[in-house]
């Protein structure tokens, strides 16, 4: 079975840009969630999207925003992007809701200059 | 505030012996651990969970503790090989939540 995908691998914005970062589930895989690693926070939840909702949401601004697909491939969205923005974006994907372990995708890496 | 801590930055053994990585965390909200590892330039990858209902869960080399009272889980890998030599995340959530939080990591380096 194929793993999670990500498409960019790597991507160069400039401030005030945005920019749409896209993930496509583990097949079967029903929830899809959205991580920002930084070397100073660390893995910080963005959202979680389930049957096309989103059901979860981090402590982040509403310029980072989502969305699933019927498939349950996921994209996401950063409006106006600041330099704070930099950092590996990871999207990781599991069979249902509840205590099932996330599968991680080998993110997408955006730097804003 | 950081509700799932991991003190050591890093820490390093030698092949054959055993590591272990602990993990603190402040919130008794938290029913659910996980342990990933994680390699340069790859996502983080699932290695074993334990919900708070046990205090003890294994997978082959892997085995995680959880003591509730304490509000401390620890990773135990035995034994431990070059190829284990990776960051290592601690994980929770609330109520089977897909919003985990984790820890900063540990980078464990196993030397041969």
């Known amino acids: 079975k194929a793993g999670v995908t990500q498409t960019p691998r790597y991507l160069i914005k400039t401030r005030g840009q945005q920019v749409t970062l896209s993930c496509s589930p583990i097949?079967?895989?029903?929830?899809v969630s959205w991580y920002q690693q930084t070397p100073g926070q660390g893995l910080q939840f963005l959202f979680e999207?389930?049957?096309?909702?989103?059901?979860n949401k981090g402590n982040f601004p509403g310029r980072f925003s989502g969305r699933q697909f019927s498939n349950s491939r996921s994209e996401m969205n950063v409006s106006t992007l600041e330099l704070g923005d930099s950092a590996l974006y990871l999207c990781?994907?599991?069979?249902?809701?509840?205590?099932?372990?996330?599968?991680f995708g080998p993110g997408t890496r955006l730097t804003v200059t | 505030d950081q509700q799932v801590k991991q003190n050591s930055p890093s820490l390093s053994v030698q092949e054959g012996r055993i590591s272990i990585l602990n993990c603190d965390y402040t919130?008794?909200?938290?029913?659910?651990f996980l342990w990933y590892k994680k390699y340069p330039a790859e996502g983080p990858t699932f290695l074993i969970s334990?919900?708070?209902?046990?205090d003890k869960n294994e997978d082959g080399r892997f085995t995680v503790f959880l003591n509730k009272s304490a509000k401390h889980l620890s990773l135990h890998i035995v034994p431990s090989q070059p190829g284990d030599s990776a960051v290592y995340f601690c994980?929770?959530?609330?109520?089977?939540?897909?919003?985990?939080?984790f820890g900063k990591g540990t980078k464990l380096t196993v030397n041969p």
């Open positions: 990781a994907s599991s069979p249902d809701r509840g205590n099932y372990e996330q599968y």
């Open positions: 097949s079967g895989h029903r929830s």
């Open positions: 999207y389930f049957s096309e909702t989103q059901r």
């Open positions: 919130n008794s909200m938290f029913d659910y």
């Open positions: 334990i919900s708070s209902i046990k």
């Open positions: 994980a929770a959530s609330v109520g089977g939540s897909e919003k985990l939080v």
